[in-house]
């Protein structure tokens, strides 16, 4: 799963970086792993090894990334590492720059928009070997939350952290309107008359809730909770009579003014943080994932918590925000995972790198990791995670190659139906039939 940033649009040069990348020639003779080495131990043999890395995100994970890896090479002398790391925005523009000449990352951060794809056209270092045999040792980590980072029964990539579809409310505008929060277990059809509540409280200065009609996440929970899902394999799993019913549902919110302009709507379609209607005072609630609460935070004054997506918590399953994954082309396969399975479970590390990417994909480092964190809006996503395990449902496979594709285009047929240059039943026809090809292509 992405990431990854809320519901960003994928990069125009997607199809460029997946030509160079499947253009790249193998480089064969990895090193072999060294028996009876410890998680802390590297697997390699007496020579240096530099890896490079990449990822996205901001000051703060990079911080804490380059804090973690300088620990390993602490415990592993003979390991090095060139790291590079960037904004999400341009981010696999980069990524294609860096393949086409001939310096590809050993190691970089993928969210599930493309792993099914990546991992299809070979791109990805097939991790299952390691997995099997313990050199990742993934017995910590939630069952559900490993498979999604499966595709075709082999293990391309490695939860960096767990994360969950959060619905984030300004809990300081609500107490001055004097109206209730929002609340885990909610009907869409509750939350949206709560929305329409607060926005008619606000006297129509506040729109209760962003338009959710062009999220894919908000869709594929609907979806779950009524029997569907938003892929059967590699076709999509619901009906033209379901999304119809989905982009319907938001037309009657938009009449009964549960949500703000289209204009607005479509600011907060860029997927930028800073643009999320919830902390521009626009709407009392936004959509996202809980790894961003305490970012979104930091950019309002007034006190922000979160709860789950409407609709039944079932719906939902433990998601990667982004994975650890290695180019199927590395020099040192046995290193990419032996710093992915640091990453993955040494405590110490997992007390470097925090919560910024999400809760720790280990239960056991997320233990440690929880109960040292000071920050409120930490603590809230923390313990949003904590009730979600118990109530989440089984996770299906990552999204299959089209999927950014097909989020693109959800989000183009939703922005034509608040501009009212289509009506619903035309821009569900047109969605079906690209996406089905998307998909198909």
């Not at 003979?78 to 790291?83: A, D, K, L």
């Not at 999400?88 to 590809?104: E, F, I, K, M, V």
């Not at 951060?109 to 313990?134: M, N």
């Amino acid at each position: 799963m992405p990431a990854a940033q809320s519901v960003p649009r994928p990069g125009l040069d997607r199809r460029r970086l997946l030509g160079a990348l499947a253009g790249l020639p193998l480089l064969g003779g990895g090193l072999p792993a060294l028996a009876g080495c410890s998680p802390e131990e590297a697997a390699v043999d007496d020579g240096p090894v530099e890896l490079s890395v990449f990822w996205w995100g901001g000051d703060r994970r990079a911080a804490a990334t380059e804090q973690a890896l300088r620990l390993y090479s602490q415990q592993n002398p003979r390991v090095s590492f060139r790291v590079t790391w960037q904004g999400l925005s341009g981010y696999y523009d980069r990524l294609a720059t860096q393949a086409t000449g001939g310096n590809p990352p050993d190691l970089f951060q993928i969210d599930d928009t493309l792993l099914a794809e990546y991992a299809g056209r070979d791109i990805l270092l097939d991790l299952s070997p390691y997995a099997t045999d313990g050199r990742i040792d993934l017995r910590e980590v939630p069952a559900q939350l490993a498979r999604y980072g499966q595709v075709d029964e082999r293990t391309v990539g490695v939860a960096a952290a767990q994360t969950s579809a959060a619905l984030v409310f300004n809990r300081a505008l609500l107490r001055r309107l004097g109206q209730p929060e929002p609340r885990t277990g909610m009907s869409w059809k509750e939350y949206v008359a709560w929305a329409a509540r607060v926005t008619r409280a606000s006297g129509n200065r506040v729109a209760g809730t962003m338009d959710a009609s062009g999220d894919y996440r908000a869709l594929w929970l609907w979806l779950r909770g009524q029997g569907s899902e938003m892929y059967r394999g590699r076709q999509l799993g619901f009906s033209s009579a379901e999304l119809l019913d989905w982009f319907e549902f938001w037309e009657v919110a938009r009449f009964g003014r549960a949500t703000p302009s289209a204009a607005l709507v479509e600011q907060a379609d860029s997927g930028e943080l800073a643009r999320q209607l919830v902390v521009t005072g626009h709407t009392a609630a936004s959509f996202a994932w809980s790894h961003q609460l305490p970012e979104l935070q930091r950019l309002t004054d007034d006190e922000l918590a979160a709860v789950a997506f409407p609709g039944t918590p079932a719906a939902q399953w433990p998601r990667a925000s982004m994975y650890w994954a290695g180019f199927q082309g590395t020099r040192h396969p046995e290193v990419v995972a032996n710093v992915i399975d640091f990453l993955t479970t040494n405590v110490a590390a997992g007390r470097l790198l925090g919560v910024e990417r999400g809760l720790n994909a280990s239960k056991q480092v997320r233990s440690f990791v929880a109960g040292e964190l000071t920050d409120r809006s930490e603590k809230r996503m923390a313990a949003l995670g904590a009730e979600l395990d118990g109530l989440a449902g089984p996770s299906p496979a990552p999204p299959p190659k089209g999927h950014a594709k097909v989020r693109t285009l959800l989000i183009d047929a939703a922005e034509s139906i608040r501009g009212k240059r289509s009506g619903a039943r035309t821009a569900t026809s047109r969605f079906m039939a690209q996406a089905n090809a998307a998909l198909a292509s």
